[in-house]
């Protein structure tokens, strides 16, 4: 009884990676009202081309995001409007950055590299939800992999073909 148990969660766990092994967050869990580093994985090309632009969509309620800059990339940073303003350690803050693409670079379809950026999680995202970062991977001769696509209500993100890399986000607890 105890190997079926074992056998059917590691099944699951291995539908859950092998839907989302593409374009994924380091990192899935994090506490509202407080910094979040994000790393996105990239763990291939586009059918055999290098991946050469990578550009992630920043959720609204995510503010005061400022990504690394990695060699050989270009860094491109999108500013607008929020929706609405939020707190960010006690200042008001009503825009920022809401894409950051590097391009530029050669990432070849069999390696694995990371794209970094680090954000302020306001308390107004859901508790017990899971916030999307919507990636898109672009290569040569207009090839692209789009990791967009997010569940709906009753679905979960293995159930999809390009799942957008996901965070579950928590309730903070302690400290600042």
Not at 46 to 54: F, I, L
Not at 59 to 83: C, F
Not at 156 to 170: M, W
Request: glycine share 10%; net charge negative; proline share 7%.
């Amino acid at each position: 009884m105890n190997k079926l148990i074992l056998t059917t969660a590691m099944l699951s766990s291995f539908g859950v990676a092998s839907a989302s092994a593409h374009a994924t967050l380091e990192r899935q869990e994090a506490a509202v009202g407080g910094g979040y580093k994000a790393v996105v994985r990239i763990s291939h090309g586009c059918d055999g081309k290098p991946t050469t632009t990578v550009r992630v969509k920043i959720p609204e309620g995510v503010v005061s995001a400022k990504p690394m800059p990695k060699p050989g990339w270009t860094l491109e940073k999108v500013r607008a409007s929020y929706a609405k303003t939020y707190e960010f350690y006690g200042h008001p803050i009503s825009e920022g950055i809401t894409e950051v693409t590097w391009s530029g670079g050669s990432l070849a379809d069999d390696e694995y590299d990371e794209f970094v950026f680090s954000a302020f999680l306001t308390t107004d995202l859901p508790v017990g939800e899971v916030l999307y970062f919507p990636v898109v991977q672009e290569c040569p001769d207009g090839a692209a992999e789009r990791w967009i696509e997010i569940p709906a209500e009753g679905e979960e993100g293995r159930d999809l073909d390009k799942p957008a890399p996901g965070l579950k986000l928590l309730e903070k607890t302690g400290g600042h």
